[in-house]
């Protein structure tokens, strides 16, 4: 089998964990990098041995040598370059959130249709060693029925500021970039139930705390805290058809103790937490047993994930094997995180 030529479409702070990832496939052939900035575009596409490097993505579209791309630029593009890429015959794995806007994510799901193409969403925490792992443990009945999750996904300071701070290129604050993690990951644990209804609320009381010292987070390639129109905090609970509950909360700024990341389920069988160590709670012989799984890393492995989100792409498109984060989950999880946001600006329950 001949190798993956892919292009990498956004060379900015993410995009070195699909290049590398990339690199260490065998299968793959790194053919491209483009970046609205040629200069990080060539720099890039030279320490990673790509042979092209463009400062429009069309360009790269335009080269036929190239079978699929990742697309790693600011959110507001995302439709627009995957449509582009679907049309122009490429695979796509587009990193999460799959786009801003519900009317967008359904125009990219017609794309996809269309086409006949493989696209992937990086729902990057689904491709966790450990979240599989439990999701194994999930569809072999361990947990019975998982009525109940709980994700907390609190930065007490983290606005990545520049385009992540500007609603109209992110589409919003920490709900649609970090809370969309923990309710994917729920939502994929949960086994992917009808959502019925979301109530939410969202905060901007602390703005980005771009004043305060000796505390570093992650920043986006080109940051800049001069304007910031996103929540710092948003709150929501999401109920579901056959009667499930998630409860979530995420935030970019808040005056909290430390960070923390909450990732908890519960069954009427057994419940298990991902986040912040991976622990499996049963009951034997009248007994509440505490299972910790003998694997690799207590907690979720960075790249790790990355590694198998790419190889997983990889061997989609080499084998027409369908993803395990198509476009629908990604327009889903749009539907939630959309509805979320309405709820919060009007105050009422919103119905999906
Ligand atoms: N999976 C994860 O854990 C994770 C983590 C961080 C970011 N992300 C996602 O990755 C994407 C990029 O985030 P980032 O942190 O790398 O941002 P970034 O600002 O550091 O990099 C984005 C890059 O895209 C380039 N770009 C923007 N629009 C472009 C266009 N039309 N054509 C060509 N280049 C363009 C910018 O010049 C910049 O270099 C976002 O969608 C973000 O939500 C995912």
Known sequence: ?????????????ISQYHLTPYKNNPNVT???????NLDRAQKTAEEYGAPHAY???????????IDAVSICTWNDTHAEISIAALKAGKHVLVEKPLCRTVEEALKIQQA????????????????????????????NGEFGEIYYAKASYIRRLGNPGGWFADSRRSGGGPLIDIGVHVIDLCWYMMGRPKVKSVSGNTYRKLGNRS????????????????????EDLANALIRFENGATLLVDVSFTLHAKENEGVVKLYGDKGGFEIDPEVVIVTEK?????NIK??????????EKAFQSEIDHFVECVQTGKQPISPVEDGVEIMKILRGIYESASTG?????
């Open 211 to 230: 004043n305060i010292k000796n505390l570093s987070s992650y920043k986006a390639a080109d940051y800049s805290a001069e304007s910031n129109d996103v």
């Open 112 to 139: 996809v249709k269309e086409s006949g193409k493989i696209l992937q969403v990086g729902f990057v925490r689904r491709y966790d060693p450990n979240a599989q792992m439990l999701r194994a443990f999930a569809d």
């Open 293 to 302: 799984p003998q694997t690799d890393s207590k907690g979720f492995q960075f």
């Open 285 to 289: 012989n009248d007994t509440i047993i």
């Open 30 to 36: 790194l053919l491209a990098v483009c970046d609205m």
């Open 1 to 13: 089998m001949s190798t993956l030529k892919v292009g990498v479409i956004g060379a900015g702070s």
């Open 348 to 352: 009422k329950e919103v119905y999906l």
């Open 55 to 65: 400062s429009d993505y069309n360009e790269l579209l335009a080269n036929e040598e």
